[in-house]
């Protein structure tokens, strides 16, 4: 039997999704402890898409293998009583014996919040980036419609991404503002390592008015990391969701 599930996280206090040998605490890490409770043997979780230390998660997809008959709101409810307050299950079904929470996702959703206000504030200091200048969200606005497409997109590559191809497609990539909130939302057919937290540090330049719009567009056309913006800090970053066919 094959089961699928939506995990939310708050990844402030984990070093990432992935499994780590050192046994530093991960996201995987107390998953997997949390339903090996729940099934009384060990359970291995696949996840949807990797996050990074102090990244979060709106609804991060797994799925696990096991022969334990047990009802869904064993494995919800059990499974919560047994994870730590900065994870949660939101949903359990069983899925066909060839579903893949990684590999049959055709697209992942990103959201990156910014706290754009002079003082920092105590409670969002964790879960958003701030920024001191005031950004031109306009600017930045325009300047991201250079990446929409599908395009090579090594000047916003990782060092350690791992993936075959730089060549990803942006189905949507846009920007609003709630008072001192800024929000990216931006959704790919798949992302490359840090490509959200590079766009983001990238775009940071152009709303402080360090670069111009279409600076963008030749950091892009580069294909060099060096010609990009720093690597934007993680906290503001959130894995929203993962798109199937059906689950």
């Not at 094959?2 to 996280?9: D, I, S, T």
């Not at 799925?63 to 499974?79: M, Q, S, Y």
């Amino acid at each position: 039997m094959k089961l699928a599930l939506g995990v939310e996280y708050l990844g402030t206090n984990f070093h990432g999704w992935q499994l780590q040998k050192s046994g530093i605490r991960t996201v995987q890490q107390v998953v997997e402890e949390a339903l090996s409770s729940i099934a009384d043997q060990p359970i291995r979780v696949f996840c949807s898409g990797r996050t990074d230390a102090g990244v979060h998660a709106i609804e991060q997809v797994i799925h696990f293998e096991t022969d334990v008959i047990r009802e869904d709101k064993a494995w919800l409810f059990g499974g919560n009583a047994n994870l730590p307050h900065d994870v949660n299950f939101k949903w359990v079904k069983q899925v066909n014996d060839d579903f893949h929470a990684r590999f049959n996702a055709y697209a992942r959703q990103y959201h990156y919040k910014i706290h754009n206000t002079p003082v920092r504030s105590a409670l969002t200091g964790a879960h958003t980036l701030w920024e001191p200048r005031k950004l031109d969200i306009t600017a930045m606005s325009t300047a991201a419609e250079y990446l929409f497409g599908e395009h090579d997109f090594s000047s916003f590559r990782g060092s350690l991404c791992q993936a075959k191809s730089p060549i990803k497609t942006i189905e949507f990539i846009k920007l609003t503002q709630d008072n001192n909130e800024i929000l990216l939302d931006i959704k790919a057919n798949a992302f490359l390592h840090h490509m959200v937290r590079n766009i983001v540090g990238t775009l940071l330049k152009v709303g402080r008015g360090e670069k111009t719009i279409e600076w963008v567009k030749e950091v892009l056309d580069a294909k060099d990391r060096k010609r990009a913006g720093a690597t934007a800090e993680p906290q503001g970053l959130y894995f929203v969701k993962a798109f199937y066919k059906s689950v």
